[in-house]
């Protein structure tokens, strides 16, 4: 799962790049980034309740036997296909009303530009559902990689709108219908695995006459505030970047996405390959499976994010350079991306922790705690938004972020603990520091040695030598984290290995021949 995330985050990033090279951080970036927030954001809540609901469900019903599972998916599917074209409708309609919302001026080019891209990328919500639908039958069966692996033709069929809008006169609604259409091959994409499952997903709209829909609805209903909690932080920082103009909303985006590439490429997959074991574990109230699956996912999480954290601060101005700035994007862009980047990156720990605190209490049927955190997490980052927007402009609005996915994930471990009981916090806690420690070690002196490598490969202002000290100063870094981990015997680093020895089994690589794959 790791090495499909793994390529479609990379195309994800060669999306982004090739969005800046030939759209730049400018009015007609910032109005596409403001149009698909909206869509993403309502796609966010619809699909946060799907999977962490529909999964322990869908799971439980499998396990029980009985009713057939075919139709009790196609009822789900059907009441979602209702729920959310009704939403789609309203979005539609009310694409100026979001404008006005958005912090855009009453009038003007860029806020007539990202009503049309509303209303041209408003549908992809429902194509979003029936992905999600088909996903949690995929994962609930024990198969991950076409889920992971999505984004790839996705991807692909953004850059090629990317490429064909800036040689129409730099018409970036070719972007809106791209996002479009490669969303629609996310659940296109993975049909045939489903067919290969002999699993049908269809359509039934019987769906009122299912007492266990309703009980659904019920637990989805928090679990979906939960997500709009989270997403309104992200809309009142792209309001408030909007109103500092020029092109800083756009450099506030693209440290988001640097920000959590990493995480979303390893760690979400460990929380999503845990996920059904937890859920199956919550729902046999089975709790001394239930912590050591937890903690042992923590602290793969935390295996992780603690290097991502810092490699990420430490290193941030060369990786943007080398992912960004070309053509459009310039080097004033890179500076202000870096700084936000710098302000997200202290978060990154916080949301890594939220992320699965959060997908535990889902296995215990609990939408509630994750409802709270995720308002506690939207409060401190308005509140701080407002009070950091004048003297930190863009890195204001990003430490605001930071701090509220960090509240929100002590919040949630004190309830979780209070509610589990002893969860191995004192092992975790030594575990992550000696991660810490290895992680510092490595990756303070890579970053200072990297302009003494670049002048190595020829130094100057040119992207590939950039490009080839930053790789090499990484690869050397991450040999050293793995090796100092190994050496103060985190667990973690051993476990690793013996993953990605299995998974080269598994594909018939070199792995296979490795002593104790």
């Keep these: 799962m790791a090495v499909a995330s793994f390529s479609s985050k990379i195309l994800g990033f060669l999306r982004d790049t090739v969005l800046a090279r030939q759209f730049g951080a400018g009015p007609a970036t910032n109005a596409y980034f403001l149009a698909s927030y909206l869509p993403l954001t309502l796609f966010a809540a619809v699909g946060v309740a799907i999977t962490n609901v529909f999964i322990p469900t869908f799971s439980k019903l499998l396990d029980a036997g009985g009713d057939d599972p075919e139709v009790f998916a196609a009822r789900v599917n059907g009441?979602?296909?209702?729920?959310?074209?009704?939403?789609?409708?309203?979005?539609?309609?009310?694409?100026?009303?979001?404008?006005?919302?958005?912090?855009?001026?009453?009038?003007?080019?860029?806020?007539?530009?990202?009503?049309?891209?509303?209303?041209?990328?408003?549908p992809l919500i429902l194509f979003?559902?029936?992905?999600?639908?088909?996903?949690g039958v995929l994962n609930v069966r024990g198969v991950f990689g076409p889920n992971a692996a999505m984004g790839i033709p996705q991807n692909l069929i953004i850059v090629a709108a990317i490429f064909v809008g800036s040689r129409a006169g730099g018409d970036i609604r070719w972007v809106a219908w791209g996002s479009l259409v490669g969303t629609l091959t996310t659940y296109l994409f993975q049909l045939p695995a489903l067919r290969r499952a002999r699993f049908r997903v269809g359509w039934r709209f019987d769906f009122a006459r299912d007492p266990r829909l309703r009980a659904m609805?019920?637990?989805?209903?928090?679990?979906?505030?939960?997500?709009?909690?989270?997403?309104?932080?992200?809309?009142?920082?792209?309001?408030?970047?909007?109103?500092?103009?020029?092109g800083l909303l756009s450099d506030l985006t693209y440290a988001g996405r640097l920000q959590l590439l990493a995480y979303s490429i390893l760690?979400?997959?460990?929380?999503?390959?845990?996920?059904?074991?937890?859920?199956?574990?919550?729902?046999?109230?089975?709790?001394?499976?239930?912590?050591?699956?937890?903690?042992?996912?923590?602290?793969?999480?935390?295996?992780?994010?603690?290097?991502?954290?810092?490699?990420m601060f430490s290193l941030r101005t060369p990786l943007v350079r080398v992912l960004f700035q070309h053509h459009m994007f310039t080097a004033a862009d890179t500076r202000a991306t870096a700084f936000a980047l710098a302000f997200l990156t202290l978060g990154t720990f916080g949301y890594g922790w939220q992320d699965y605190l959060n997908r535990a209490f889902f296995a215990l049927q609990d939408t509630r705690t994750p409802m709270l955190g995720g308002f506690l997490a939207v409060s401190v980052n308005v509140v701080l938004d407002f009070i950091l927007l004048h003297p930190l402009r863009q890195?204001?609005?990003?430490?605001g972020t930071a701090s509220g996915w960090t509240c929100a994930a002590v919040f949630l471990a004190l309830r979780l603990r209070r509610r589990m009981g002893l969860l191995g916090g004192r092992q975790i806690f030594s575990r992550t520091a000696r991660m810490a420690v290895a992680a510092l070690?490595?990756?303070?002196?890579?970053?200072?040695?990297?302009?003494?490598?670049?002048?190595?490969?020829g130094g100057g202002a040119g992207w590939l030598p950039?490009?080839?000290?930053?790789?090499?100063?990484?690869?050397?870094?991450?040999?050293?984290?793995?090796?100092?981990?190994?050496?103060?015997?985190?667990?973690e680093a051993g476990e690793a290995v013996r993953l990605v020895r299995g998974a080269l089994k598994r594909l018939g690589g070199p792995g296979a021949a490795l002593p104790g794959a």
């Design 79 to 122: 009441a979602v296909t209702v729920a959310v074209a009704a939403i789609v409708v309203v979005l539609e309609l009310g694409a100026g009303v979001a404008a006005t919302l958005m912090n855009l001026p009453d009038k003007g080019p860029e806020r007539s530009l990202t009503i049309t891209m509303v209303r041209i990328m408003s």
């Design 128 to 135: 979003y559902a029936w992905s999600g639908v088909v996903g």
């Design 217 to 246: 609805a019920l637990l989805a209903a928090p679990a979906a505030v939960t997500a709009l909690a989270q997403q309104l932080g992200i809309g009142v920082d792209r309001a408030l970047g909007q109103s500092l103009g020029g």
């Design 267 to 311: 760690g979400m997959s460990i929380a999503t390959v845990l996920y059904p074991t937890l859920s199956a574990a919550g729902s046999a109230a089975n709790l001394s499976a239930f912590r050591r699956t937890f903690a042992r996912g923590l602290t793969l999480v935390n295996f992780v994010t603690v290097p991502v954290t810092i490699a």
């Design 395 to 399: 890195g204001g609005l990003a430490l």
């Design 441 to 457: 070690a490595a990756l303070v002196p890579a970053a200072l040695a990297y302009g003494h490598v670049e002048a190595l490969f």
């Design 466 to 491: 950039a490009a080839a000290a930053l790789v090499a100063v990484a690869a050397a870094a991450a040999g050293l984290y793995f090796g100092l981990c190994a050496l103060l015997r985190v667990p």
